[in-house]
C-alpha cells in the first residue's frame, strides 16, 4: 500500500480554502505548497530538543550551506536570492558556532530587500554542570532602511538536570548593544540576560516543553516565552500544540504590550 501522510498546521486549512480560487494546472502548485508545509510542520516538532552549552554536541567539525534562488519573467519581473550557512566545531572542551542568513530580492528593478543576519558563539564546558558562553550577533540591513543591529554579550550557565527524561538549564549573562535604527534613532546601552531551556519527556507519549528568554535595558524589557507539547498518539498520529508570548514593558506606540502566537500541528501517516 502506498505511504501517504497528511499535514495539517495552525491556519493551513484556511490558506488552502482561500488560494483555490487561483486556477492551476499540474501538480507543481500543490507539490510546492505541501513540501513548505511538511518542513514547516517539522521545524515546529523540532523546537522540543533546544539546549544551552555543548549539550549533546559530536566532537569535531560540522557544518551546512544552502542556497535557493528564483526569478520570474512576463507579468512580473522579479528575483530573490537566500544563502545560509551553519559552522560548528567541538573538542570536548570548547565548542565553537558560526551561523550567516544573507536574503536579496528585486521587483521590477527595485531592490525590496537586502539584509544580513549573523551569529557567532563560543562555550566552554567549565565543569560536569557549569558553562561559560560568549556571544555576537546582529543585523545588517540595507534595504529598506541602512540599519544595523549588533549585541555582544557573555555569562555562565548551570545545567539543572541533564537525563534521558529531563532536561533543565539555565543560564544568564551581560551584553552590550549598538543599534543603527535610522539615521535620527541610535541606541547605545547596556543589557542583561536570562535564559531557561526545559523539556520533560513525561511519558512514551507525551513531552512538554518550555523556552524562556528575558532581555533587560533602559529602553526596553523583553519576555519571550516558548511552550509546547508534543504528543504521539498512536504509531501513525502525532500532535504539537505550542503557545509562544512575547511581552514588552516598552512596546512602540500604538503596539500592544504582549502578542500570543497559538498553534497547531498534526502529522498522520497511513
Do not use: C
Not at 512580473?76 to 559552522?87: L, N, V
Not at 535564559?195 to 507525551?206: F, P
Not at 509546547?228 to 504590550?257: F, I, K
Amino acid at each position: 500500500m502506498k505511504n501517504t501522510t497528511l499535514f495539517f498546521a495552525g491556519t493551513a486549512l484556511s490558506i488552502l480554502a482561500t488560494g483555490a480560487t487561483a486556477q492551476t494546472f499540474g501538480d507543481s502548485a500543490v507539490d510546492t505548497r505541501n513540501e513548505q508545509l511538511a518542513e514547516n510542520i517539522a521545524d515546529d516538532f523540532d523546537r522540543d530538543v533546544s539546549t544551552f552549552g555543548n549539550t549533546g554536541r559530536a566532537l569535531g567539525f560540522e557544518g551546512s550551506m544552502s542556497l535557493q534562488g528564483s526569478a520570474t519573467s512576463g507579468n512580473t519581473d522579479s528575483s530573490s536570492i537566500g544563502i545560509g550557512a551553519d559552522f560548528g566545531y567541538y573538542d570536548g572542551t570548547n565548542g565553537y558556532t558560526a551561523q550567516l542568513s544573507y536574503l536579496f530580492s528585486e521587483n521590477e528593478g527595485t531592490t525590496d530587500e537586502d539584509s544580513l543576519l549573523y551569529d557567532l558563539e563560543y562555550t566552554r564546558d567549565l565543569g560536569t554542570s557549569y558553562y561559560g558562553f560568549a556571544t555576537l550577533q546582529g543585523s545588517v540591513e540595507s534595504i529598506p532602511f541602512d540599519t544595523s543591529d549588533n549585541f555582544l554579550g557573555f555569562g555562565v550557565g548551570y545545567r539543572i538536570y541533564d537525563t534521558d527524561q529531563t532536561y533543565w538549564a539555565v543560564q544568564g549573562g551581560v551584553g552590550y548593544r549598538v543599534a543603527d535604527l535610522t539615521s535620527a534613532d541610535d541606541l547605545d546601552e547596556g543589557a542583561i540576560t536570562i535564559g531557561s531551556a526545559y523539556s520533560n519527556q513525561l511519558n512514551e507519549t507525551l513531552a512538554l516543553t518550555m523556552d524562556t528568554d528575558i532581555i533587560s535595558s533602559d529602553s526596553d524589557t523583553v519576555v519571550y516565552n516558548d511552550l509546547g507539547l508534543n504528543v504521539a498518539m498512536t504509531e501513525v498520529l502525532a500532535l504539537r500544540t505550542s503557545l509562544v508570548t512575547e511581552y514588552h514593558t516598552e512596546p512602540d506606540a500604538g503596539l500592544a504590550s504582549t502578542d500570543n502566537t497559538y498553534g497547531v500541528s498534526l502529522v498522520y501517516n497511513f
